[in-house]
Every structure is written in C-alpha cells, then in structure tokens.
C-alpha cells in the first residue's frame, strides 16, 4: 500500500525543490528584452572566455542555442582608439557583409587572412563617439589560420571564429537587425532583479512615448539627461530642447506608436531598439528608433542619444514584417569554406575597409 504521508512529504520536497530553482533562476543581463524583429537571434561575444553566444528569443527571454571560440584583439580593455589594437564593448548592429571576393579585390592576397567573410559592426556608436573613441572597421570574420582562434588575444580590434562557425552563425543573422553585444564578462542577475532593471528601462520609455503623444514637452524632455545628452544633428540637451519645443507648438497633436521593442545593455548603458510609426497633418513615417540609456546620479534610466533610421526596414512590407524568422544561407552559398575561398562570386566590392 502506498504511504500517503511519505508521497506528500515528497510532493513538498519538490514543489519546495522547485520552488528554489526557480528563485534561484538567473538571466544575461545583456539581454533584457528580446523580440521576432531587431532580436530573433542576438549574439553576445564575451572578451573574457572569448566566447562568442549565439542567443535566440523566446517569448521575449533569451535562450542560449549555440557557443563558439573566438578571438579578439592583441591586448586587454575596451577600444579607445585606432590602432590600439582593442575589441570594443558595446552595443552594436551588423551593418554590412563582405564576402570572400570583396576582401580579396580590394586587398589581394592579403585578404585571405579574413577567410570566409566578414560582417561590418557599426563601432563607432553614439556612445562610443561620446567618449571620444577613434578607430573603425571593427568586424566579425573568421580566418585561414585558425590557430590564431586558440590564442584568444590574436587580432587588431576585430572579433574572428573559425570558417565553419562564421557560415553557420551568419544564417541566424540579418543587416540592421541583428546586434552583437560586446562584453568582457557577460554578468548574469537573479530573474527578480533582471525584470526590476527591465520595468525601469521600459517605463523610461513608455513614459517619453506617452509624453510626445500627449504633447507633454515637459515630461517628454525630462526623460532626457540634460547633462550627457548628444544628438548628431543639433548638439547638446539646450538646442534639441530649443527644437522640441517649437515642434510641439505646431498645430495638429501626433500619433505615436511603438512596437516590436528590445532591450540590451553593455558597460554602462542600454540601447532599446523599436518600430516607431509617427502620423501628424504634415508627416506619416515609419522608421526604426534606437534609444541610447544611460543611469543619472540618482539611478534613473535617461536617454543620452537617439537614432532614427530606415535601416533594417527597407522595402518591407506589413504582411514581410509579421513573417517569422527563418535561418537560411543568405550570405553562403555552401557549408564547405574551402570552396567558398576558391569559387570567385561575382559580387561588387564594398567601400569599408578595415582600420581597427
């Protein structure tokens, strides 16, 4: 006969068990919030395992699918200027893909030590020109020598896997949309903690967004750091408050509305990519809006940088954009690297170059 004292006593042991575990359970604190358009798959290159994660969304959480090795630059610490020989850390998107042939037009032999392929990371970003960081062609590309991956410390700022790593994490990866998030240790908080640092970003952001539909132009530029903030057009907080001011005293009240929203933080700041759809009388846009956060003195989330661009939604559609991912080849055209560094494609060079 079973005992029915013991079965409860272990029924309580593993909800107690469960209980624990789920206390216990802890998130990338990279990753905050995660989407199906700017965040299907993010990968996160940690400097000090030289570790490079590939993370896929799930329902908004990260879950990790995939680890490889990789190396980075010669010498310790973030990237603070050409030469330095430095892998920056940050926040950063994919922004161009060079192929096999364009690495070899434009630097003959000598391109061969990039193997494969390489993909353009937007280094620098607005934080980093904020800090006054110089340098640039900071990639992702794997090599013909891939003993320099065991190494670990073996490049000139650029982050580089093996050939079969690259082809095979370039099909989870999209221009514009996918980000790379640089660190040099990836920190992982208790899940209370991760959603308590998540709310406070996001109700930064809703806040400003309501504010702007509202025409609150006090409450919408108070979401803004009047100390750090720089905008690439107009400068400092004074003249883009100046702007926003007389924005908001033009006739007609706007419709704002933002969808598909990630999080993800890096060093000191976080950057919440999202769908912005501006209507007002005189102009209906699409676009996507990146938010730069950075914590004031008092531990409030403020925005210190913001970019709005077509980039990543050229030429989509409403029913494209509702598509959900796909992993596919679409910068290979076969799994074999020793064929791709022999076939010549017939594709036009690029304009960027690598400096580091």
Same mark, same amino acid.
């Given at each position: 006969?079973?005992?029915?004292?013991?079965?409860?006593?272990?029924?309580?042991?593993?909800?107690?068990?469960?209980?624990?575990?789920?206390?216990?359970?802890?998130?990338?604190?990279?990753?905050?919030?995660?989407?199906?358009?700017?965040?299907?798959?993010?990968?996160?290159?940690?400097?000090?395992?030289?570790?490079?994660?590939?993370?896929?969304?799930?329902?908004?959480?990260?879950?990790?699918?995939?680890?490889?090795?990789?190396?980075?630059?010669?010498?310790?610490?973030?990237?603070?200027?050409?030469?330095?020989?430095?892998?920056?850390?940050?926040?950063?998107?994919?922004?161009?893909?060079?192929?096999?042939?364009?690495?070899?037009?434009?630097?003959?032999?000598?391109?061969?030590?990039? *193997?494969?392929?390489?993909?353009?990371?937007? !280094?620098?970003?607005?934080?980093?020109? &904020?800090? @006054? +960081?110089?340098?640039?062609? =900071?990639?992702?590309?794997?090599?013909?020598?891939?003993?320099?991956?065991?190494?670990?410390?073996?490049?000139?700022?650029?982050?580089?896997?093996?050939?079969?790593?690259?082809?095979?994490?370039?099909?989870?990866?999209?221009?514009?949309?996918?980000?790379?998030?640089?660190?040099?240790?990836?920190?992982?908080?208790?899940?209370?903690?991760?959603?308590?640092?998540?709310?406070?970003?996001?109700?930064?952001?809703?806040?400003?967004?309501?504010?702007?539909?509202?025409?609150?132009?006090?409450?919408?530029?108070?979401?803004?750091?009047?100390?750090?903030?720089?905008?690439?057009?107009? *400068?400092?907080?004074?003249?883009?408050?100046? !702007?926003?001011?007389?924005?908001?005293? &033009?006739? @007609? +009240?706007?419709?704002?509305? =933002?969808?598909?929203?990630?999080?993800?933080?890096?060093?000191?700041?976080?950057?919440?990519?999202?769908?912005?759809?501006?209507?007002?009388?005189?102009?209906?846009?699409?676009?996507?809006?990146?938010?730069?956060?950075?914590?004031?003195?008092?531990?409030?989330?403020?925005?210190?940088?913001?970019?709005?661009?077509?980039?990543?939604?050229?030429?989509?559609?409403?029913?494209?954009?509702?598509?959900?991912?796909?992993?596919?080849?679409?910068?290979?055209?076969?799994?074999?690297?020793?064929?791709?560094?022999?076939?010549?494609?017939?594709?036009?060079?690029?304009?960027?170059?690598?400096?580091?």
């Amino acid at each position: 006969m079973l005992n029915l004292t013991k079965t409860v006593r272990i029924i309580s042991l593993s909800l107690f068990v469960c209980g624990i575990a789920q206390a216990n359970e802890v998130m990338p604190a990279a990753l905050m919030q995660l989407d199906d358009s700017f965040s299907h798959h993010v990968l996160v290159a940690e400097k000090s395992t030289h570790q490079l994660h590939l993370f896929q969304n799930d329902n908004g959480q990260p879950k990790l699918i995939k680890t490889v090795q990789m190396a980075t630059g010669k010498k310790l610490g973030d990237k603070i200027f050409q030469g330095d020989h430095r892998t920056p850390e940050g926040v950063y998107q994919m922004t161009e893909f060079l192929t096999h042939d364009d690495l070899i037009k434009r630097h003959g032999k000598a391109g061969e030590i990039y *193997g494969v392929g390489a993909f353009v990371m937007n !280094y620098p970003n607005p934080m980093d020109e &904020a800090d @006054g +960081k110089t340098g640039g062609g =900071i990639w992702i590309h794997s090599t013909n020598d891939e003993t320099r991956i065991d190494k670990g410390l073996d490049s000139r700022g650029c982050v580089v896997t093996a050939n079969v790593d690259l082809i095979d994490l370039a099909k989870y990866i999209e221009l514009n949309r996918t980000s790379v998030v640089v660190v040099h240790n990836l920190n992982y908080l208790k899940k209370d903690a991760w959603e308590t640092e998540r709310n406070s970003i996001q109700k930064t952001v809703e806040t400003w967004a309501k504010a702007w539909q509202d025409e609150d132009i006090e409450t919408y530029l108070s979401q803004y750091d009047n100390k750090k903030f720089k905008d690439r057009t107009r *400068g400092s907080y004074g003249p883009f408050a100046s !702007y926003k001011r007389a924005v908001f005293k &033009a006739p @007609g +009240k706007p419709e704002i509305r =933002i969808s598909d929203i990630s999080i993800m933080l890096a060093n000191d700041y976080a950057v919440v990519t999202f769908i912005q759809d501006y209507q007002a009388t005189n102009l209906s846009d699409i676009g996507k809006k990146l938010l730069y956060l950075k914590k004031n003195e008092y531990y409030e989330w403020k925005i210190v940088s913001e970019i709005w661009t077509k980039q990543g939604l050229e030429n989509m559609t409403d029913s494209q954009a509702k598509v959900a991912f796909q992993p596919s080849m679409r910068f290979f055209n076969t799994l074999n690297p020793e064929q791709i560094m022999e076939i010549t494609p017939a594709t036009g060079s690029s304009t960027q170059s690598a400096s580091n």
